[in-house]
């Protein structure tokens, strides 16, 4: 399973507060991402990290950013949360052509 | 604009028959095609990949075929079982392997015993 796992695994909150969420690997990978799962939309990238302090946006990044201070954690912050942002999140790293996925966080957005 | 397009949201099969599950896009940078299997409450898992060099690939009961000219893709589940039951997404990326994919909305599998 590439060792991957988010916290928290659940999350309801308010319009208007600051959410993170953590993704931690154990093995070391390069490359981490952030997606979102909504109905009709498969998984959308929001960002992604190609290194300590080296991320760049994707396709829905508008409302989040993240930060990777160390090799193995890749979080994902939302400043003010709005009900749309309510989703599940999926972190995930590649590695042998590719891609692992984390178990999801659903976060509720109220 | 969706690069990659399942356009079945479901499809019913009876169990030991043949699951068809298609997949088409836009990009022609992309090289390189994955399909992944999501149960509820899981994270995806990967299930078999293709790259643009070739037309199949096979791994067991599951082959995915590749139609350069026609942008499309199809994983192909032979013969089905109950646990094929899933969501499954088609994916694509543009020289880059399997980073930065862009996914399809996926079709829900439910295989009927």
């Known amino acids: 399973d590439a060792g991957i796992t988010q916290s928290p695994r659940h999350k309801v909150t308010e319009t208007g507060t600051p959410v993170t969420l953590r993704c931690h690997q154990t093995e070391n990978h390069r490359y981490m991402y952030w997606y979102r799962q909504d109905p009709g939309h498969g998984l959308r990238l929001i960002h992604y990290?190609?290194?300590?302090?080296?991320?760049d946006k994707g396709e829905v990044s508008d409302g989040y950013s993240v930060s990777r201070s160390k090799t193995e954690d890749f979080l994902l912050t939302l400043e003010s949360a709005t009900s749309s942002q309510t989703s599940v999140y999926f972190c995930?790293?590649?590695?042998?052509?590719?891609?692992?996925f984390g178990p999801g966080t659903r976060l509720t957005v109220l | 604009d969706q690069q990659v397009k399942q356009n079945s949201p479901s499809l019913s099969v009876q169990e030991g028959r043949i699951s068809i599950l298609n997949c088409d896009y836009t990009?022609?940078?992309?090289?390189?095609f994955l399909w992944y299997k999501k149960y509820p409450a899981e994270g995806p898992t990967f299930l078999i990949s293709?790259?643009?060099?070739?037309d199949k690939n096979e791994d067991g009961r599951f082959t995915v075929f590749l139609n350069k000219s026609a942008k499309h893709l199809s994983l192909h589940i032979v013969p089905s079982q109950p646990g094929d039951s899933a969501v499954y997404f088609c994916?694509?990326?543009?020289?880059?392997?399997?980073?930065?994919?862009?996914f399809g909305q996926g079709t829900r599998l439910t295989i009927n015993p």
């Open positions: 994916a694509a990326s543009a020289n880059e392997g399997a980073q930065k994919l862009v």
């Open positions: 293709i790259s643009s060099i070739k």
């Open positions: 995930a790293i590649s590695a042998n052509n590719e891609q692992f």
């Open positions: 990290s190609y290194g300590v302090k080296d991320t």
């Open positions: 990009n022609s940078m992309f090289d390189y």
